[in-house]
């Protein structure tokens, strides 16, 4: 389609028209942040059904241009979301999947650098961590203009729960999961808080219980969060689209949010040459800066050793 966009008008390409690749194209025509979105598929009837679908409900929604794009449509995109995959299958945990994974970015990462060399690539396909440092390694591209949606999920999973148990507004929940968006990923408890006060000291304050072990037992339903409803449903896509679009407006509006993605990492707490989720500050740039979150001891360690994990896949794709 030849949809010329304007410069400085807001382009995003999604390479995979799966359930997040389109669910993510359903909730920025909601939200009304980019004027034109090219949505590339192997499976070059399915994006059309969705560009067709989506397309339908546009006089319900603020004006932008949705396509089935190709390739050279990725020239003018400012961001580039990577949500592709070989067919997940429930058994297989995140790490697992990196083989299939790593040989479809091995075809199309080429094809979006042959076309874009200053966008940001975002990606979304798992293992996640180990198909971000691979997007890193083959588009050549700076560490600051790629990033994976990572823990920004998880985080948003433990915010919603705490809000639940703490009855107050998910947004208003300061915690974070860093580490590997899969099994090894790490709670930040020690930093957990809401209106600045640790949870510790915030429950007693409303009579609310306050148990480590209820709280380990709310992690681990962050951590299982992905097979459950997998199990039930097939796939994630809502929370994810949404945390997406997050990241998408952060770069878009040139925002400097604060928000846990996955990143390429030298020194973080003893952790080098990987990406995995921590803090970062996110505007049009990309990746701005990183914040180095104060953890304690134990954290550190089971960071580390999310860390170690991650790698050993990555060294198994001879990344
Ligand atoms: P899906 O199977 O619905 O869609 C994947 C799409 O990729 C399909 O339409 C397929 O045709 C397409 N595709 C495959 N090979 C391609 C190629 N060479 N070129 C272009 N397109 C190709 O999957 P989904 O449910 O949309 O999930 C997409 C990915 O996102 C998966 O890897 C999934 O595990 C991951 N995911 C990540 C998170 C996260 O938090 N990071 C959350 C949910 C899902």
Redesign the pocket.
């Known amino acids: 389609m030849d949809y010329k966009k304007i410069v400085g008008d807001p382009k995003v390409v999604i ?9 993510l194209a359903y909730s920025l025509l909601i939200h009304g942040l980019a004027s034109h979105i090219a949505i ?4 070059k009837e ?2 059309e059904g969705e560009v067709m679908d989506l397309n339908h409900g546009l006089p319900f929604a603020q004006p932008v241009k949705i396509w089935s794009g190709e390739y050279s449509d990725c020239e003018d995109a400012d961001i580039i979301v990577i ?6 299958r429930i058994e297989q945990s ?1 790490l697992e ?1 990196g083989e299939g ?1 790593f040989e ?1 970015l091995k ?2 990462v080429p094809r979006i650098t042959e076309y874009n060399k200053e966008g940001i690539l975002l ?6 961590d180990v ?1 971000t440092y691979a997007v890193l390694k083959l588009s050549g591209f700076p560490k600051s203009r790629v990033l ?3 823990t ?3 985080t948003a999973r433990l915010r919603y729960l705490l809000g639940e148990y703490l009855q107050v507004d998910p947004r208003n929940v300061h915690a974070y999961i860093i580490g590997e ?1 899969g099994d090894s990923e790490v709670p930040i408890w020690s930093l957990a808080n809401v209106a600045g006060i640790h949870l510790k000291d915030y429950c007693p304050m409303f009579q609310i219980p306050y148990n480590p072990e209820y709280m380990n037992d709310l992690f681990l339903k962050v951590r299982n969060a ?1 097979y459950e409803i997998i199990r039930r449903k097939g ?3 809502y ?2 689209a949404l ?1 997406l679009t997050k990241i998408v407006e952060s770069i878009l509006r040139d925002e400097n949010a604060v928000v846990t993605v996955s990143t390429f990492l030298e020194d973080y707490h003893g952790v080098s040459d990987i990406c995995l989720s921590v803090p970062v500050i996110l505007n049009k740039t990309g990746i701005k800066e990183i914040v180095k979150l104060p953890i304690n001891e134990r954290e550190k360690a089971d960071f580390q050793r999310s860390a170690l994990i991650v790698k050993k896949v990555a060294e198994s794709l001879k990344l």
């Open positions: 390479v995979g028209a799966g359930f997040v690749g389109t669910t590339i598929d192997v499976n399915r994006a949500a592709v995959d070989k067919g997940q995140r999947l994974n479809i075809q199309i990606v979304v396909t798992n293992p996640l198909m994976g949606s990572g920004i999920l998880d968006h992905g796939r994630t896509n929370a994810v945390g």
